[in-house]
């Protein structure tokens, strides 16, 4: 384990992952092998355990006519009992790779989740846990939520072993407040209500499934990322994020423009949440489940 603050570490972990060297981390080129031998580094050192002997978990989906190859990492914490169910903490590593000859560095979109993903490893992993921990770092998602597609397909867990999905995208940046988006499930009895009554490090919104606005433009939160899956196929789902900006999706998303105070903030508001969510017993996970649709 590192000796870093977790801020420091936090910022280290997405400047490598959104530094040129990575060349924007385009699913199936060689910068994404680079980020995914990070982040396998990374889940080592915190001694996390392979899923089924290994952290790598390839998979194909279709693109036009042609079928192409990404591959997910799972690291695993296992919990203090084997019967836990799996509270699944998920952030894509992939963005748009060089596009016009100008080099998309993804720092926001999604170094910061990823980086915010191993922070909660670090801070999660001494020791044992009331569920088992997941941390997925997904593949192919700027192009169609792929990754999370073909996790849910994969048959990894029984339905009644997953309890949540927790899933970190765009984490680095604010407009004039900084805040904490939430989307998701508010089935989980008296979780919102919660919310609102902690003095937490950032101040949470929630936002609606549909037609929410997002500083610029609609986003439909429900399907923005990928919790999209799981909340279709009736998981309780999470999904936590700050703001839209001017630099989504352009080269410009770069590490400079991340604020280390905000991401400290959130990894600080987020703790309080995980560890409420995992004093809850598995009845209470599996009354917020709805039938898929
Ligand atoms: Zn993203």
């Not at 910061?112 to 997925?136: E, K, N, T």
């Not at 560890?275 to 489940?289: G, I, K, N, V, Y």
Request: aromatic residues 10%; charged residues 20%; contains cysteine.
């Amino acid at each position: 384990m590192s000796a870093a603050a977790p801020a420091d570490q936090l910022m280290a972990d997405l400047q490598y992952l959104a530094s040129d060297k990575l060349e924007g981390r385009k699913t199936g080129s060689a910068g994404a092998a680079l980020a995914r031998d990070y982040i396998r580094q990374q889940f080592l050192a915190a001694r996390l355990q392979p899923l089924q002997q290994k952290f790598s978990h390839p998979f194909d989906y279709s693109a036009g006519f042609s079928t192409r190859q990404g591959e997910n990492l799972i690291g695993v914490l296992p919990a203090c009992s084997e019967q836990a169910p799996v509270i699944l903490i998920s952030a894509h590593y992939d963005h748009l790779g060089v596009v016009g000859g100008k080099i998309h560095n993804g720092a926001d979109d999604n170094a910061s989740g990823v980086a915010m993903l191993l922070a909660l490893m670090r801070w999660l992993s001494p020791g044992c846990r009331p569920y088992h921990y997941w941390f997925v770092a997904t593949d192919a998602e700027e192009n169609g939520l792929h990754g999370a597609k073909a996790l849910l397909a994969s048959q990894l867990w029984m339905p009644a072993e997953l309890a949540l999905v927790i899933n970190l995208d765009m984490l680095g940046r604010h407009q004039q407040q900084p805040r904490l988006y939430w989307f998701g499930s508010t089935r989980l009895s008296g979780f919102k209500d919660w919310l609102v009554q902690q003095q937490l490090a950032l101040p949470l919104r929630w936002r609606r499934s549909e037609g929410s606005r997002y500083i610029r433009g609609k986003v439909d939160w429900a399907s923005a990322s990928d919790h999209a899956p799981f909340y279709r196929a009736g998981y309780p789902v999470l999904y936590f994020a700050t703001a839209m900006h001017k630099d989504y999706h352009s080269p410009s998303d770069d590490w400079q423009a991340i604020k280390p105070e905000l991401i400290e903030r959130v990894f600080q508001t987020l703790q309080p949440i995980i560890l409420h969510l995992e004093q809850q017993p598995p009845a209470w996970f599996l009354a917020a489940r709805r039938d898929g649709s």
